[in-house]
């Protein structure tokens, strides 16, 4: 009977004993505790601190909160100013990421190869992006003043007269469209010349020896090698869209007649002009949800372009 006893109590011990966390498991928890402690502080505690504000309304500074549910989501479908902003922003997503993906990837095809010739081009295309969007927004908006800017400058010489890039509705959008161009095309292009030191030279002069042409090479040889940083590529854009709203600030406020207004400074807008802080949460809860939905997409896009090339 004392046998039994003292085996039972050995095999308690035994198994407490195996339930301790190992020292590794320690040392990591330890090592990333800071990195815990911020992300829950400055990334974690945000997001529940906007989905709780999303529920409720405020009317005023210090004022009370009353709870409404989803009314805040309600109110922000049925305000005109937003859908013009979300239409804004994917007539903006659409004119910015195709044309900057062409672009990046016609200069890296262009100076693939490298030379000081070259290289120096490499460099004046990646200057805009070490420029910062407020003083690139500021130099487009020399370029862009009607009359007296640098663009009608050059038009005035041509006997040619320009419009008002930043004051007709009808134009204001497409002149920050170039701003945005203008400013990432060289850094997308980086990732393309990384993605075409991955194209083998077996491929190309397989495909020479077929007899394919210049275009042909492009189709049936680069750009398939290029799926993986095409896609990784458009994720960068298309957060970019969402998230970049400094150019519109400087340029031109979301005016006029809010067809440059874009999501981001719309939020701006409900929380610091109007002080919808509920409106302004929810707005912000849809552009997470927009922005998760664009990284889900895209990596399923990238792991189903790296399954192709692994088959």
């Keep these: 009977m004392a046998e039994a006893v003292l085996t039972g109590i050995s095999e308690t011990r035994s198994r407490s004993a195996g339930w301790r966390p190992r020292r590794?498991?320690?040392?990591?928890?330890?090592?990333?505790?800071?990195?815990?402690?911020?992300?829950?502080?400055?990334?974690?505690w945000p997001v529940i601190q906007v989905v709780w504000q999303s529920l409720f309304n405020q009317q005023r500074v210090g004022g009370p909160q009353v709870y409404v549910?989803?009314?805040?989501?309600?109110?922000?479908?049925?305000?005109?100013?937003?859908?013009?902003?979300?239409?804004?922003?994917?007539?903006?997503?659409?004119?910015?990421?195709?044309?900057?993906?062409?672009?990046?990837?016609?200069?890296?095809?262009?100076?693939?190869r490298s030379s000081r010739v070259k290289a120096l081009f490499r460099a004046m295309f990646f200057l805009p992006v070490l420029i910062p969007l407020v003083a690139a927004?500021?130099?487009?908006?020399?370029?862009?003043?009607p009359g007296v800017g640098l663009l009608d400058y050059h038009l005035a010489k041509l006997a040619l007269s320009g419009p008002n890039w930043l004051g007709d509705p009808d134009i204001a959008l497409y002149a920050i469209m170039g701003l945005t161009i203008w400013k990432n095309a060289g850094y997308y292009?980086?990732?393309?010349l990384a993605g075409l030191q991955a194209v083998p030279a077996?491929?190309?002069?397989?495909?020479?020896?077929?007899?394919?042409?210049?275009?042909q090479r492009l189709r049936y040889v680069t750009l398939p090698y290029l799926k993986p940083t095409i896609g990784f590529v458009m994720v960068i854009g298309l957060l970019n869209v969402v998230t970049q709203v400094d150019h519109v600030f400087v340029l031109t406020k979301g005016?006029?007649?809010?067809?440059?207004?874009?999501?981001?400074?719309?939020?701006?807008?409900?929380?610091v002009e109007s002080y919808d802080a509920g409106k302004a949460a929810a707005g912000t809860l849809v552009m997470l949800g927009l922005l998760l939905a664009i990284s889900a997409s895209s990596l399923r896009t990238l792991e189903r372009s790296f399954g192709e090339r692994e088959t």
């Design 255 to 271: 005016g006029p007649s809010d067809s440059t207004n874009l999501l981001l400074f719309y939020v701006y807008q409900q929380a």
């Design 189 to 192: 292009m980086l990732f393309f």
């Design 137 to 145: 927004a500021s130099i487009f908006l020399f370029i862009f003043l």
């Design 202 to 215: 077996d491929a190309y002069e397989a495909a020479i020896l077929d007899g394919a042409g210049p275009w």
């Design 69 to 112: 549910g989803v009314a805040n989501f309600f109110k922000l479908v049925a305000d005109s100013a937003f859908r013009k902003a979300l239409s804004n922003n994917l007539i903006y997503a659409f004119g910015t990421v195709i044309p900057s993906l062409v672009l990046a990837l016609g200069f890296a095809m262009a100076l693939a």
């Design 24 to 44: 590794t498991t320690l040392v990591a928890l330890g090592l990333l505790a800071p990195s815990l402690v911020f992300l829950t502080l400055f990334t974690y």
